[in-house]
């Protein structure tokens, strides 16, 4: 051999052999000494499975550039009976944290069970667990004896799930943007758990975007100021929670999952015209059928509003701006 090129051989093999020990590849997790927990690698995101679309962009807006969304419902399936394919459950297995609705939702169940059971060790983070649930209406319109035992009135049938396991709870929490703001925190507070080291990244980002819902809150309560039977008629449930919030009441078409009988349709009708609600609001993942008919006979409109689009802030305003034009 060449006693050259002999020092270079050996300090290319040194300097290999201290990358190797040393370094760790993009992608490749560690463990955090301190707590024991996996953590993420340096070179690619962490991958974030969520439920619906709305949450995929609270955790985009927290995780910035740090973490890539799977979403389990795809836009315009229906999240109560949606069940993953095959293709999607392999993405959502790779997930290094799951953040659930909690509630409504019984995919997530089978989830859950399988994350424990495989012990992977992905975190699970309950966007429900600190939000004061409510009833998914009960739909007792259709009884015809007076609005005050169909609304759903500000502040009602707050429930916690412990008392309340027996009733139907309503999933669509983030429908009010207070309860965005608390998921939002509860996001923080996952990738700030499995990723620590940036946990000041997504401190400032998660600050930015609470501002962010704050404001949405003002502008949305100056738009429904000065109405004032403030009723909405809606196919589908899925605003209750916007209701509270802002001090709306809710009427619904749909009965407990199903569609109205003909009997039923005709009190809808009357309590609309009663009311002088002239707008039926509907959302694409549901059949315009039975909201038609109402606004056929009071002559009326559909109007289509979607409570599961992704981006969320611009999404409300153009909800509220609608709800805004067509309240009485």
């Keep these: ?20 020990s040393g370094c760790t590849g993009p992608g490749d997790s560690q463990v955090n000494k301190s707590t024991g927990q996996e953590v993420a690698g340096k ?4 991958v974030v499975a969520v439920s619906v679309l709305p949450q995929a962009e609270f955790v985009e807006k927290v995780g910035g550039d740090k973490v890539k969304t799977v979403v389990v419902i795809p836009p315009g399936a229906d999240p109560h009976t949606y069940e993953p394919s095959p293709r999607e459950m392999g993405k959502v297995s790779e997930a290094r944290m799951y953040v659930t609705v909690g509630i409504g939702m019984p995919f997530e169940e089978i ?15 309950n966007s429900s667990e600190e939000i004061k649930l409510r009833e998914l209406d009960a739909h007792n319109h259709h009884e015809g004896e007076g609005l005050e035992e169909h609304e759903a009135g500000p502040g009602e049938h707050e429930n916690n799930s412990k008392n309340n396991a ?16 608390i998921m939002v925190e ?48 809606v196919y589908h449930p899925s605003w209750g929670y916007f209701a509270a919030d802002y001090n709306l009441n809710m009427i ?4 407990e999952g199903k569609e109205p009988s003909a009997q039923n349709l005709a009190k809808l009708v009357d309590l609309a015209k009663e009311k002088h609600v002239k ?50």
């Design 279 to 328: 707008v039926i609001f509907v959302q694409p993942q549901f059949s315009p059928r039975s909201a038609q008919a109402v606004a056929e006979e009071i002559g009326g409109e559909v109007v289509a509003v979607d409570p599961l689009a992704k981006n969320y802030i611009p999404n409300m305003d153009k909800v509220s701006d609608i709800f805004a034009r067509n309240l009485v």
């Design 1 to 20: 051999m060449n006693l050259k090129i002999l020092p270079l051989l050996v300090l290319l093999t040194v300097s290999l052999s201290l990358f190797a």
């Design 166 to 181: 027996h009733k139907e709870l309503d999933s669509h929490i983030w429908t009010s943007p207070a309860n965005a703001k």
């Design 186 to 233: 509860d996001i923080y507070e996952g990738l700030a758990k499995i990723d620590p080291e940036n946990k000041e990244y997504y401190a400032q980002n998660r600050d930015a975007y609470l501002k962010e819902l704050d404001a949405l809150d003002v502008r949305i309560r100056e738009k429904l100021e000065g109405k004032k039977e403030r009723i909405f008629m």
């Design 111 to 125: 989830w859950i069970d399988r994350f424990e059971s495989t012990n992977s060790g992905t975190l699970i983070v």
């Design 43 to 46: 070179g690619e995101p962490i």
């Design 252 to 255: 619904s078409v749909e009965i």
